[in-house]
């Protein structure tokens, strides 16, 4: 019987030396799902997948992946799972049917499973007839669809892939997304870290983590309509990057942000404010083409939470 949950993560927490990468986090992946796992650079996020794949030993707390102790059992679990780390690990020197026969031995996949594999992955990640090319000449997103392709060709029940589109152009981006809906239509559970807030979008589940600490858990909709602290309005004006400075500079707001051409106020009562507001940028004589109330997006949230928890770990440390 498959488990509800193929990953249960409690009370994770990993130091080195008097450094906490890893902060006790918790947090749960129903199988099936696609999880995002979103964080700044050095939140602790590849820190995770280590000890969830048995890795790196944790220093507390305590974990399992598809039903497994991750301490105890993670050979078991290593075989299961396809994992795809932050520095796609193929081998330049190889060709992609090269590449792609050394991970069936790793894997102990042959013969005519292998040869089955190997097709439906070139065709999968539109890699036919470059079979004989160096890996090391296939531009980033060829090699991000082939790394990807090593990493099931075991037909592992779960994926971990740990930024797997950084540094990847649009294009490629999204056709990896497609692939990644494609698997995830076959039943595989999909663990994915990614600094891209559009891609968030496309999880079923989402984790923010900073400094170590989850931040912000939930689907994408649950998230912006629960976890956000206070309001968000949008203006349109003339000269945003003066308007910018003006608005942060009265220190009235939790969070004022550039969001392409148009501001984010983030902030209590913002209804209240508003006439405020249009004096502030009146006063530098810039235009107000439109003030709005909207809806939240990821992006404003995973700001205002990161915000958030730095003024918790502010407080701590002062008291
Ligand atoms: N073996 C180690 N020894 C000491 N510090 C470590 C070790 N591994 C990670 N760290 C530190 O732990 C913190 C979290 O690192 P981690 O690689 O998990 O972050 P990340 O969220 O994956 O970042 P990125 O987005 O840059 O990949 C960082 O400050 C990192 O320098
Ligand atoms: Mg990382």
Redesign the pocket.
């Known amino acids: 019987m498959q488990n509800e949950y193929s990953v249960v993560a409690e009370e994770l927490a990993?130091t080195?030396?008097d450094?906490t990468?890893?902060d006790h986090v918790s947090f749960q992946i129903r199988t099936g799902e696609i999880f995002g796992f979103l964080?700044?650079?050095?939140?602790?996020?590849?820190?995770?997948?280590?000890m969830l794949l048995g890795l790196?030993s944790p220093t507390e707390g305590t974990g399992t992946v598809l039903g497994y102790d991750i301490v105890k059992q993670s050979e078991k679990i290593r075989k299961r799972i396809g994992y795809m780390s932050?520095q796609f690990s193929l081998y330049n020197d190889l060709t992609v049917s090269e590449n792609l026969n050394f991970y069936g031995g790793t894997y102990g996949v042959g013969g005519q499973r292998l040869r089955e594999r190997k097709q439906y992955i070139l065709e999968m990640a539109n890699l036919k007839g470059r079979e004989r090319e160096m890996t090391k000449n296939l531009s980033g997103g060829w090699k991000q669809r082939l790394a990807l392709g090593t990493a099931i060709l075991h037909e592992p029940e779960m994926l971990f892939l740990?930024?797997p589109t950084a540094g990847v152009d649009p294009i490629s981006r999204r056709a990896f997304w497609d692939l990644l809906y494609e698997l995830s239509h076959q039943g595989t559970t999909i663990f994915v870290?990614t600094?891209y807030l559009d891609e968030a979008e496309h999880c079923q589940s989402l984790a923010f983590?900073h400094l170590?600490r989850i931040v912000a858990r939930g689907t994408p909709q649950e998230i912006k309509e629960t976890i956000m602290k206070g309001e968000v309005m949008e203006i349109d004006c003339a000269d945003p990057d003066v308007a910018l400075s003006t608005l942060r500079d009265s220190s009235l707001f939790d969070e004022v942000a550039l969001y392409g051409a148009l501001i984010h106020v983030v902030g209590q009562d913002l209804e209240t404010h508003r006439s405020t507001i249009g004096q502030l940028l009146r006063e530098q004589a810039l235009e107000v083409r439109s003030m709005d109330i909207i809806a939240p997006s990821l992006e404003d949230v995973f700001i205002s939470s990161i915000k958030e928890e730095d003024r918790k770990v502010r407080e701590e440390k002062a008291s």
Not at 42 to 48: D, N, V, Y
Request: hydrophobic fraction near 25%.
């Open positions: 990993k080195f030396g450094f990468a890893v964080g700044p650079n050095g939140s602790g996020k590849t820190t995770t997948i280590r790196l932050q740990d930024e870290t600094h983590i170590g």
